[in-house]
């Protein structure tokens, strides 16, 4: 009887213990799935089903993964494309906006750089012409050029070999009412001067007195030194204006010159 009591309860201590067991594994799956720091777990404490359940939501995450990398690539893809267009056209890849900016402005042709416009008129109308031309931007200047212009004319006689020979011609000269004198310096030196006349024309008939008396003559043209003004315009500026601009200008100032010449 005692061999009989002892089986039996070990057959119920048995069946127990497996029953607990099936109950447990029961629970262990209709638990909810971990998330967020409850993850940190060992998986060696998990059981089949619950790593199951962890390999099925890994997926999706990778694939989250590949669509963050693709939209990334997608955002990306401007920029390439921008740097393509860069290499295409030749530009620089690398450098500044300020460089490609520097590169981008026109330089200025180095067949202007001393080069002006020269403006001549009567010096009543210049202060006119400078309001004109500042006016619209420009930026003329006020030079001054001496000249030499053609002077009166005088009428003489050719030198004679000596001062004393010229002084006896002189003395016949003078007797015939002719006014004149010795050329005292230069290369007419000892030359006779019959007359100093401001016209072609008064220098002409006087040569013709003389002939009749029976010298021969020649004419010496002075040249006066005068102090002119002109307009200077770097053409750098003046080619920006258009042709209409220019003929008005010149109709306004009809007695105005222009060329082009090395700035004063």
């Known amino acids: 009887m005692k061999w009989i009591a002892l089986v039996l309860i070990l057959a119920n201590a048995l069946a127990f213990y497996f029953f607990r067991v099936d109950q447990n594994q029961e629970i262990s799956t209709d638990l909810p799935r971990p998330v967020g ?14 790593r199951n359940g962890l390999r099925i939501q890994e997926a999706p995450s990778a694939n989250s993964e ?29 450098g500044t906006a300020t460089e490609l900016a520097s590169d981008a402005a026109p330089a200025m042709d180095p067949a202007l750089e001393g080069v002006c416009d020269v403006f001549r008129l009567p010096e009543e109308q210049i202060s006119g012409l400078l309001q004109r031309l500042r006016s619209v931007d420009l930026n003329p200047t006020l030079e001054e050029e001496i000249v030499g212009n053609p002077g009166p ?13 010229a002084a006896l011609e002189l003395n016949v000269l003078r007797r015939e009412k002719i006014e004149s004198f010795i050329i005292p310096e230069g290369d007419l030196q000892n030359g006779i001067s019959v007359g100093v006349f401001s016209t072609e024309q008064n220098a ?26 002109l307009v200077n315009l770097p053409l750098s500026e003046s080619t920006l204006m258009a042709s209409n601009y220019w003929l008005e200008l010149e109709l306004d100032f009809p007695a105005m010159t222009r060329e082009q010449n090395s700035c004063f």
Not at 71 to 93: C, H, K, M, V
């Open 37 to 50: 720091s409850a993850r940190l777990i060992l998986i060696d404490e998990l059981n089949f089903a619950e």
């Open 204 to 229: 002409i008939a006087r040569s013709i007195q003389l002939e009749n008396l029976g010298y021969q003559t020649d004419h010496y043209q002075y040249v006066v030194e005068v102090t002119q003004y």
């Open 66 to 94: 590949s669509s963050a990398n693709g939209s990334a690539s997608a955002n990306t893809q401007p920029i390439e494309d921008s740097f393509n267009l860069l290499r295409q056209t030749g530009l620089p890849e690398e």
């Open 153 to 165: 004319i005088m009428v003489y006689v050719a030198p004679f070999v000596s001062a004393r020979e």
